[in-house]
């Protein structure tokens, strides 16, 4: 698997939770990186986006609770997600921006009130 999501999981409302992505494709480090996420009623979107220089950006929806970074020597992208909120539950997937190969298996982030 080239894009191996984790740290998904069951949080209360308000919560947080820190997920990591190893990345296994050629060029890591000057490729544009993503979080997206799907739900079984919404089309999959990019909630957040790092690029080679470090320079991020956020939905509306994210922005000011979640974070992305990335570690160029671990080959690996993390967001974490602050004040959680019900709408956020989903399957979480980390990507090229834009997605370039098949996508990875995700990882599951439930918000419960």
């Known amino acids: 698997v080239q894009l191996q999501a984790s740290g998904g999981g069951l949080v209360q409302a308000g919560g947080s939770l820190r997920l990591s992505c190893l990345v296994t494709i050629s060029g890591f480090s000057a490729n544009t990186m993503g979080w997206y996420r799907q739900t079984p009623t919404k089309q999959r979107e990019l909630v957040a986006r790092?690029?080679?220089?470090?320079?991020?950006y956020y939905d509306d929806s994210v922005k000011g609770r979640f974070t992305i970074s990335r570690d160029n020597a671990k080959n690996t992208v993390y967001l974490q997600m602050n004040s959680l909120k019900l709408e956020d539950t989903a399957v979480y997937y980390c990507?090229?921006?834009?997605?370039?190969?098949?996508w990875g298996p995700g990882t599951q982030v439930t918000v419960s009130s």
């Open positions: 790092i690029d080679a220089g470090g320079r991020t």
């Open positions: 990507h090229t921006v834009p997605p370039v190969i098949k």
